[in-house]
Each structure stands twice: as C-alpha cells, then as structure tokens.
C-alpha cells in the first residue's frame, strides 16, 4: 500500500518545543509573548506563566529525543529554525553563530541516524522585533528580511537538508494575524485589505526563496504548506454547495497561487467586489511564477459550511466552520473524520497533481499516566493509537486511489505545547513529558504505547494497519 520509500516520521517547532528563549543569543519572538496561545492576548513582555520559555527543553535534549525517534525508525523529522536565534531582531546583516551551530547539530544528530530533517522557515515564531517595529507582514520589508535569513540558512545548511517548507500554515494568516504573521495590529482594527497585502507579501517572498533554494541547492526540495480544512456543505441545498465552494477558495488561493504562480479568477472577482486592492511591485508577478515541488499540509478536522444563519460555530485550531452532526471531536472539540484526509489528499491531487506531503496530523488528547513500578510511567493511549491508525488507513486509501503521497509526519511526535492554547496537557507525542500546565514536572521523558505501535507501523511499512482491521 505505502510505496518503499515512504517518509515516516514526526513533526515538531521549534518554539513549541525548544524553550531556552533567550539562550545563546536568541532574540524574542513573537510565542515569547502569547501565554495563553493562539486565542490568548500578547503581553508585553516574556512572562512566567508562558510554558513555551521552557518548552520541553528540546534545546538541550535533543540527542535524547532525537535518538527515541531514531528508535521509533523514523525516516524524517520535521522541526522549524527559530528565526529569532539566527537574526535575534529579524533585520541584521549578520546572523547569530551560536544559533547557527545549534540547528548544525540538531541536523548533524538526525543525519546520525539516516532521517531526513524537513525544515520549516517560518512556523508562527516571527521575531518580536519584526513585529513591533514593522508590523510584521504587513510591510514589504519583510521580504527583504526573509530573504536574507532563507539564503543564510540554506547556505549553512544546503548539504545537510533537503526537504524545506516555507511558511507553516500560511493560509492562516487571514484568521491569526498575530501568530501567524507578527501582525501587532489587533484583529478587530485589521481590514480584509490590509491581511490580504499581508498574505501578498508572503507570498511573493515564498516564491522569492523557492527560487534561491532551487539555485543554492539544486537537489533540494521546496514546499508550501497549506492549513487544510475540508468543508462540507450542511445540507444538499446548492446555495450551500456554493458556500463550501466559497469557504474552500480562500484556502486553495493561497496553494493555487504555490503551485501555478498566478492569482486565481475567482479571488480577482473577491478582491474586486471588496474593493480589494493588492499592490504589487514591479516584478511581482514575474517571482510569483517560482513554484513549488510539493505541497504539503497539516490535517486535523473538517467542516462544514451553510449559506444560511447557522448560530454554532465549531472550534477549530485556527479556522472555524460548522460542526459537522455526524462526527465525533476530540476533547478540545476538534471534529475527527478520516476519510477526510483521504478526501483531501485527492482533492489536492486531482488540482494539482504534485507530490503530497501530510506533514502534520494527530490527536490532542489528555494523557493519564500510571507509575509502571520501577519508578516510570505507563501511557495506555489506545484512543490516539485508534485515531493514527484510522487516518493512516485513508492515506492508504488515498494511495490506492492514485495519489502520489511523499511522506506522513504526525503532529507533535514528542509532547509540547500546544500552538492554540499553549497548554501542555493537549498532548500528541509518542513520547510522554513530564511538564504540567502549571509548570510543574521533571522533563523526563516516558515511552507511550503508541511509541511501539508506531515503530511497528514504520518497520513494516505499513502493512501492520492492515493486519490491526
Ligand atoms: C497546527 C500548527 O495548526 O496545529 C501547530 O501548525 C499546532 O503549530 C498544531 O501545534 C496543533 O494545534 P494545537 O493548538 O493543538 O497545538
């Protein structure tokens, strides 16, 4: 069902996960004021109730976490650069050196190992600076910034990575200004004009890099990354039809725009009936037609989507729909929906067809440990084995369908704090930590059962879902 060389592995960011904030020269970023996440307000300052400072100190082990994946027989690990430790304000000339020696390693350690790293540029860690003195993407001067940090780390790291991803969820930059884009700008006084430049900046500077990486690094391969969400309509109604079609376009512009270098008909009328107008520079449309060779996106949930007034709108990570009232959702009231995942691994393909990469997938669920006897921890998480094995079968599906399907990296391989809310107890590893939303806990690491149910999975390829139905 998997084809042989199938990417298996796990995904993690580095502000998730890192903590040593100000460590070796790091500068703020924008996660070191967003204690309560996505949802929360910003402070001004770093504060201590902001578990991401900590994180669960990945920083310094790494060699330990790194070697458990290795264990797990991961063939890549996706984890972000922290822009804020190579260009501590975002517009320096000269990068930081220690930041640079600490993803050296981090790259050197998984080489050890045979695993691919799968590096995000850009997963919701602008540096503060960039978002307090120029407002983040709303300024083209980010591009410029961007640019020079992406040739910077492709230089450094051009013979050790190959698989690269530009901005992390870069269609959420519409719903999550802040977190997404370091727009210091609260949402309430942002108009649709301004997030849309916002959104144009990105991606102009998307492809700008996609061109570098092709130049610095000829072998490599350079991705967008798309926060997917399919949509459902409510009822058979084609005024609803319509609505999923409309909600679905301004997520599929921003891969349209990645994978075919031009702005799509359908977000042209948008823009023009909004008195939108996105101003382009000279050359603009000339970079934007610097594609990518993959795409690859995170998923979660679906939606769904009505032309009517619906009063309950669901929770989603960053997106909000419609609950759907046949699926089940998590403790967080994420929907659960498989054949969702195979759904939109053929929708993609079939407007595409481009290599896929599922680079983030999971379930952020409450993890009850019992001592095991010799001092450890026993985690029996069988509803996140039933959830990953569930999904996995679809990608199986999706493969069988005739979707050509790079890899699969769940979300959060090892516990972290979560991006939403930034608690530590919605946990999606393999690997349990011992860190409490309150702050308390050692930071030992702990072997869940879905830590051996995955090795199984990678060892065999695959085959060892079929035999689990
Ligand atoms: C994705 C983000 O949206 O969802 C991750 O790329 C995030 O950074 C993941 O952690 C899961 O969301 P949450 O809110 O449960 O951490």
Not at 46 to 63: A, C, S
Not at 96 to 124: A, Q, W
Not at 162 to 189: C, D, R
Not at 330 to 341: H, R, V, Y
Request: hydrophobic residues 35%; glycine residues 8%; charged residues 25%.
């Amino acid at each position: 069902m998997f084809p042989e060389n199938f990417l298996w592995g796990g995904a993690v960011a580095a502000n998730q996960c890192e903590g040593a904030f100000l460590e070796d020269g790091k500068g703020l970023s924008i996660q070191d004021v967003l204690p309560a996440g996505a949802m929360g307000d910003r402070t001004d300052r770093p504060t201590d109730d902001n578990l991401k400072l900590v994180g669960i100190d990945f920083y310094h082990r790494y060699k330990e976490d790194i070697r458990l994946f290795a264990e797990m027989g991961f063939k890549v690990f996706r984890t972000s650069i922290a822009w804020s430790r190579i260009f501590p304000r975002g517009d320096e000339e000269q990068p930081n050196e220690s930041g640079l020696r600490f993803y050296d390693d981090i790259f050197d350690e998984c080489r050890k190992y045979g695993m691919e790293p799968l590096v995000t540029i850009s997963h919701y860690e602008t540096p503060l600076y960039l978002a307090e003195t120029y407002n983040g993407w709303t300024s083209r001067d980010l591009i410029g910034f961007y640019e020079h940090y992406a040739r910077t780390i492709f230089e450094r790291y051009g013979d050790k990575v190959k698989y690269w991803l530009t901005f992390n969820e870069i269609n959420s930059v519409l719903h999550s200004p802040f977190m997404s884009a370091g727009i210091n700008t609260p949402m309430g006084q942002l108009t649709e004009q301004d997030l849309f430049q916002a959104a144009h900046h990105e991606l102009v500077a998307s492809a700008l890099v996609t061109k570098l990486a092709h130049e610095i690094m000829p072998d490599a391969k350079i991705g967008c990354m798309i926060l997917s969400m399919p949509t459902y309509p409510l009822t058979p109604s084609p005024d609803d039809v319509i609505a999923v079609m409309e909600t679905e376009h301004k997520n599929y512009f921003f891969a349209d725009i990645h994978v075919r270098g031009i702005y799509p008909g359908y977000m042209k009328r948008y823009f023009k009936e909004r008195n939108i107008q996105i101003q382009f520079a000279e050359g603009d449309v000339d970079i934007l037609k610097n594609t990518v060779d993959f795409v690859s996106f995170s998923y979660y949930m679906s939606s769904c989507a009505s032309a009517g007034k619906v009063h309950q709108k669901g929770s989603g990570n960053l997106l909000e729909g419609i609950p759907n009232p046949l699926l089940p959702t998590s403790e967080w009231g994420w929907q659960i929906d498989p054949k969702g995942l195979r759904y939109t691994l053929n929708m993609f393909y079939d407007r595409y067809q481009k290599p896929l990469f599922i680079v983030e997938n999971g379930l952020g669920a409450i993890d009850r440990p019992a001592t095991d006897g010799n001092g450890g921890m026993r985690i029996e998480d069988d509803y996140r084995i039933d959830y990953l094995r569930e999904h996995l079968l679809q990608v199986g599906e999706a493969i069988e369908d005739g979707v050509e399907v790079m890899g699969y990296t769940t979300w959060g391989c090892i516990d972290l704090v979560s991006a939403s809310t930034a608690q530590m107890s919605k946990r999606y590893g393999f690997i349990y930590v011992d860190r409490n939303d309150d702050g308390t806990g050692t930071l030992e690491r702990y072997k869940k059962k879905s830590f051996y149910w995955y090795k199984d999975v990678i060892s065999t390829n695959g085959e060892s879902l079929i035999g689990a139905i």
